[in-house]
């Protein structure tokens, strides 16, 4: 063991001299892409390929494709060293930002939808643009990770913040002007809300009052007993709460008596928010504090209610309830309509939502400590005493982000309320028939803005206020001790609540099963396959289309999310906390007003994309990134950093620890990301309903249509067909996370 | 930008005016430091005194607010880290948990895209190195502690960095091992001649190893040198009571005499400037007996027969020794009388001090006396 045979002193430095830069690469890519590729089209295949439009045919005629190449052959000679001047940096730099300048201008003044040539042209010139940052000493990243982060912001800005805003300016610009009429014909519209309602006796607007009053006083008295001894301290805070009930009391009021989408929208979100948490915290508390076998049921309901499409227990309700209904009619021998409307709505919602508050609380529950308890125990605290000061502050976070996610989703919901509203308006349908039925794009836009202001506004109370007040800590370290049983008070009902809901999913999901079996439910139910044999012909194109979309678009959304979250997460930069906050802003986007705004955002001039597969994809995209950066988050989260740090030590580039050390462990969680985004792109239909035209149709909508039209067996085939479909998916997921899993997990912990 | 990597020449490296703060906490106050090429350098100091900070930032791992750092000759301000020409063992020691032994080792050299049979010889003998030949298949996880601590010095070594930086890298390690494998660190840096810079908060084990120690307290540097200059000669009261154990007395110097409470103390060394001084004694150089016994052999000594009186509070039978708390008018004194030659005196027992000068430092003017404050 000699020390001097340690010599492998050709040890040759990171970057091979000889090897020209990354930026001649791009700028080949540009010369190439751009002289044999058309930079603008005509029809709506983005992948057209026509001679007429290619650089080269451009060349003697439009003179920013001539520059924009010329720049490209000059980033060529300059980007060929591998470690160019800062100078040369700036250089490049000036040149790229030149050369995107130019492409844009060219697409204007062309005025024709971009084609693939001014997009391979675009995004190189971006990428240098972004390496160019890093060798200018202007953003301390490497290259790799300056152009991964313009390419994001480019895309957030387009493909997010863009839409967004131009249903934001369609709402306050009608026909070049700008006016805020609509925003006031919309608001005063009984469809949005009325308030006075003419046929009552009652002045509603008297009664809120009287109510507000009420809820004010009762509120001071309370605060005034309870704080007796200090009034002075708490003066500020006991005025805080009188007003707060007087303004809650006082809307809840005017909304009760009221009628229109956001009175509809608002009592239902609020209730299914409530009774899905409630239910949520019932369930998870039971799973882990009673002998109930609650968590082997739960998980194929959460599954289930992933991979379900989100108005299919819509149509189950029909089935069930409907005027047909098995139950209401058959074993009732009713005839109501009760259940069209928010009724049904909110049933179907909840069994949809809580799997998601029980998902969300199980975290919570489980990391209450035993030993806290305990320790609250010895301490001679009462059971009461215990819940009322130890577990519920520790719970109150959880269980208020639970109710403030159902809220969210509620109020973003598209399919039930389309399906079992019975004609009663809410927010996310009222975007829907504005454009499809009234043709009015600047209501529809008005409607877009106020949902989206409603969800954005309980997203940043959720990401701000708890993020504060969240005490739970994942110290990683197991607990020791037995969590204290329910008391039989409270484990009974949660125990009844919990069968009356599995039975109610399974009912229901068999009905949409048998629905598919019978010729038409409730009027003959003989058995036929005629439903199965009709997909033939017209579901499983559509079926098969949608499924290829799908994979398509979960690639670059599993991508896209985890690169956001390792440029969120791992790296500093200035506008990291930008980008951050509108990345996670797009989890708040109902799916309604993403669609809404891409309709508007992307359907004249050269972002064209109307009728295209292209928006499809790109819907479905950037509305599932959120799952990606989610889950790569967490993932993230699960790796030290030292792991990162030793390798950067060991002259690797981030790209180098990107590809070999974090890809690697992050595998489990890619794969999972994939199939997550691939399963809700399958089920979506808020984001896609006004982007799809007859020729690139989606199975999602065309079961939508059928419904509407009648055709419920067929629909209710055609879901069979999407949720088997999805089960098969999420179990093979299941059967290779194991498998990886279980190597990783060997590799992981040690 | 990255040069060729050097064979085995450890280079020297400088910090001039380094600062880092995290928001408003100041983490690295202001350091500047000379670490001289191929020798082992501690940075010793309190947990939050910013120890790892200095080391990362040498590293690249962090950005630094203000100063300027070299390494060799080459300022490194604005490299990233892994263009810098130092590896780092962690404390964790942060294998990748998906790559065996092998390829954990090899992945530096794959970096610099060596070449396979290359990489095969050295990944080999730099395992032989460390003692690990033979375990090339194991995955991180079906390694011991100790393996594992191995195999990241490996991953470090056969880079053959100028510079190799440690984070307590024994701390993971039990007591025992710990002694073994900070001798076998030791002998390799020495044998490689590589610069090491080690961090750690246990004086043992910097005195173990280092040829230099850097002693930091609240982001800044209070003294580098030897660990015997740093025990001999602390530049203030917080070395003197962080290296060993420490008395600090008030002494008045007095044309050139220096007077501990009416005791002359024979010529300690140090900084002599007259006035208000602080005296460092180690608990060693103060000789102790009975009020009234003179000293054995002190005959001839001008201090003879004087000292500083006081009264045993405490004492500690230690087998060859005996350790005294000694209380005096020049404060309470820990003293360990190492040549046991009768009867441990009891508490109670008036006692004469004197203080040998090989174990005593004058401390320069203005340094200690808070801590002297603190102290009592
Ligand atoms: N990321 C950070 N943000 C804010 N403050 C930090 C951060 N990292 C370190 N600090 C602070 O900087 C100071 C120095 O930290 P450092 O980790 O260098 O201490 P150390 O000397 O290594 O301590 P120890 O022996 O406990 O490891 C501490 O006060 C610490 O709280
Ligand atoms: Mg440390």
Redesign the interface.
């Known amino acids: 063991m000699s020390v001097h045979t340690v010599t492998h002193p050709s040890a040759v430095p990171a970057t091979v001299h000889g090897r020209v830069g990354t930026p001649f690469w791009w700028a080949l890519l540009i010369l190439v892409g751009g002289l044999a590729l058309p930079w603008s089209r005509q029809g709506v295949n983005v992948l057209a390929y026509d001679a007429a439009r290619t650089g080269l045919w451009l060349l003697g005629q439009a003179w920013p494709v001539v520059t924009a190449l010329v720049l490209a052959a000059a980033l060529l000679f300059l980007g060929r060293q591998p470690l160019p001047s800062r100078t040369s940096g700036r250089v490049m730099l000036g040149l790229s930002t030149l050369g995107m300048a130019l492409t844009v201008a060219q697409l204007f003044m062309r005025g024709e939808p971009f084609g693939l040539g001014a997009v391979v042209v675009f995004l190189g010139f971006l990428s240098i643009a972004g390496i160019s940052l890093s060798y200018s000493g202007w953003l301390r990243v490497e290259p790799f990770a300056g152009a991964a982060i313009l390419w994001l912001a480019v895309f957030i800005g387009v493909f997010i913040l863009y839409p967004l805003g131009t249903m934001l300016a369609t709402s306050v610009w009608v026909r070049g002007e700008f006016t805020l009429d609509v925003f006031r014909q919309t608001l005063r519209s009984p469809t949005f809300f009325l308030f006075e309602n003419p046929w009552t006796e009652v002045s509603e607007r008297r009664l809120a009052q009287w109510v507000g009053l009420a809820a004010g006083f009762a509120a001071l008295a309370v605060q005034l007993v309870a704080h007796r001894r200090e009034l002075g301290r708490h003066a500020l805070r006991i005025a805080a709460w009188t007003l707060v009930s007087a303004a809650c009391g006082y809307s809840l009021s005017a909304l009760y008596t009221g009628f229109g989408a956001l009175r509809n929208s608002v009592l239902l979100a609020l209730s299914v928010g409530l009774v899905s948490t409630a239910l949520g915290l019932s369930f998870a508390l039971l799973a882990q504090r009673s002998r109930f076998p609650i968590r082997s049921l739960m998980g194929p309901f959460s599954t289930l209610s992933m991979i379900t499409p989100p108005f299919v227990l819509g149509l189950a309700m029909i089935y069930m309830f409907g005027r047909q209904g098995l139950i209401t009619n058959r074993l009732l021998g009713m005839n109501t309509t009760a259940f069209y409307g928010p009724l049904g709505v909110g049933v179907a919602q909840v069994l949809a939502f809580t799997p998601l508050a029980y998902l969300v609380l199980t975290g919570v529950v489980r990391s209450l400590d035993p030993a806290m308890e305990e320790a609250a125990q010895t301490l001679r605290a009462s059971r009461w005493r215990l819940f009322h000061t130890v577990t519920w502050p520790l719970l109150r976070p959880g269980v208020a982000n639970a109710f403030l996610l159902c809220v969210i989703e509620s109020l973003a919901d598209f399919g039930n309320p389309l399906i079992l509203g019975g004609g009663v308006p809410f927010l996310p349908t009222e975007v829907f028939f504005a454009i499809e039925g009234r043709f009015n794009q600047n209501e529809a836009a008005v409607y877009g803005v106020i949902l989206l202001f409603m969800t954005v506004g309980v997203f940043l109370l959720q990401h701000y206020w708890l993020r504060k007040a969240s005490y739970v800590t994942v110290t990683g370290k197991p607990s020791s001790g037995h969590p204290s049983p329910l008391p039989g008070a409270l484990e009974y009902p949660m125990v009844t609540a919990f069968v009356l809901w599995t039975l109610l999913g399974i009912m229901l999901y068999a009905s949409v099963f048998s629905g598919s079996f019978v010729k038409l439910w409730g009027f003959n139910n003989t058995f036929t396959l005629e439903h199965y044999e009709a997909l033939r012909t017209s579901g499983l194109g559509v079926f098969l289309d949608t499924a290829r979309l799908a994979a398509i678009a979960a690639v670059p959304s599993a991508l896209v999310g985890f690169l956001i979250a390792y440029v969120v997460g791992r790296l500093n930069f200035p506008g990291r906390s930008l980008l951050e906050f509108t990345s996670m802003l797009s989890f708040a986007v109902p799916g309604t007003v993403m669609g809404i705004g891409y309709v508007l955002a992307f359907n004249s001039g050269p972002l064209r994309l109307t009728g295209t597969e292209l928006i499809i994809i790109l819907a479905f995209v950037f509305r599932n990134m959120p799952v990606g950066i989610r889950s790569g988050l967490a993932a993230l989260q699960q790796i030290d950093r030292s792991l990162e740090e030793a390798s950067t030590t060991l002259r690797a580039s981030n790209l180098t620890t990107l590809r070999r050390i974090l890809f690697p462990l992050l595998v489990p969680a890619v794969i999972s990301g994939l199939m997550f985004s691939f399963v809700r792109a399958m089920t979506a239909i808020s984001q896609v309903i006004f982007l799809v035209t007859p020729s690139t149709n989606l199975a999602t909508v065309l079961i939508l249509s059928w419904v509407g039209h009648g055709s419920i067996g067929r629909g209710a085939a055609l879901s069979c067909v999407l949720i088997a479909a999805m089960a098969v998916v999420v179990l093979l997921l299941n059967v290779v996370l194991h498998r990886t899993g279980r190597n990783a997990g060997r590799a992981i912990t040690y | 930008?990255?040069?060729?990597?050097p064979?085995?020449m450890g280079a020297p490296v400088k910090l001039e005016q380094v600062t880092k703060r995290y928001g408003s906490v100041v983490a690295v106050n202001g350091v500047s430091l000379e670490i001289p090429g191929q020798k082992m350098v501690t940075l010793l100091g309190p947990s939050g005194c910013g120890k790892t900070t200095t080391l990362r930032i040498i590293?690249?791992?962090e950005?630094i607010s203000a100063g300027r750092i070299f390494i060799g000759d080459r300022e490194v301000t604005?490299q990233?880290?892994?263009?810098?020409p130092?590896?780092?063992v962690?404390?964790?020691y942060?294998?990748?948990?998906?790559l065996n032994v092998f390829e954990n080792v090899a992945?530096?050299?794959r970096?610099?895209?060596?070449?396979q049979a290359?990489?095969r010889?050295?990944v080999s003998?730099?395992l032989?190195?460390v003692g690990l030949a033979g375990l090339e298949g194991r995955?991180?996880?079906q390694?011991s502690g100790g393996q594992?601590q191995r195999v990241a010095l490996a991953?470090?070594?056969?880079?053959?960095p100028q510079v190799l930086?440690l984070d307590e890298p024994l701390s993971n390690l039990d007591a025992k091992l710990r002694k073994q494998v900070r001798q076998e660190l030791r002998a390799l840096q020495q044998?490689?001649g590589i610069t090491g810079i080690y961090v750690t908060h246990d004086q043992s084990e910097a005195l173990a190893v280092s040829d230099v120690i850097v002693v930091m307290r609240d982001g800044v540097v209070q003294q580098v040198g030897t660990p015997e200059e740093l025990y001999t000669r602390p530049a203030n009261a917080f070395v003197a009571r962080f290296i060993g154990d420490a008395n600090l007395v008030e002494a008045d110097v007095r044309g050139g005499q220096v007077w501990v409470k009416g005791y002359q103390v024979p010529d300690p060394p140090g900084h002599k400037a007259g006035g208000r001084r602080t005296l460092m004694i180690r608990p060693e150089a103060i000789s102790i007996r009975p009020a009234g016994e003179t000293a054995a052999g002190a005959t001839g000594d001008p201090g003879a027969g004087t000292g500083l009186p006081g009264r045993v509070i405490d004492s500690f039978y230690q087998g060859m020794s005996a350790e005294y708390l000694v209380d005096t008018d020049a404060g309470q004194l820990m003293v360990i009388d190492t040549h046991l030659d009768g009867p441990v005196l009891p508490p109670g027992t008036p006692v004469t001090l004197t203080f040998a000068p090989r174990g005593m430092y004058l401390l320069p003017e203005g340094e200690g006396a808070d801590l002297a404050a603190a102290a009592s």
């Open positions: 930008m990255t040069e060729r990597l064979t085995g590293a690249g791992l950005s604005h990233p880290a892994s263009q810098r130092i590896t780092m962690f404390q964790s942060a294998l990748f948990p998906h992945y530096g050299l970096n610099l895209r060596v070449s290359e990489i010889t050295a003998e730099a032989a190195l995955l991180p996880s390694l594992q991953r470090a070594l056969v880079m053959r930086l044998r490689l």
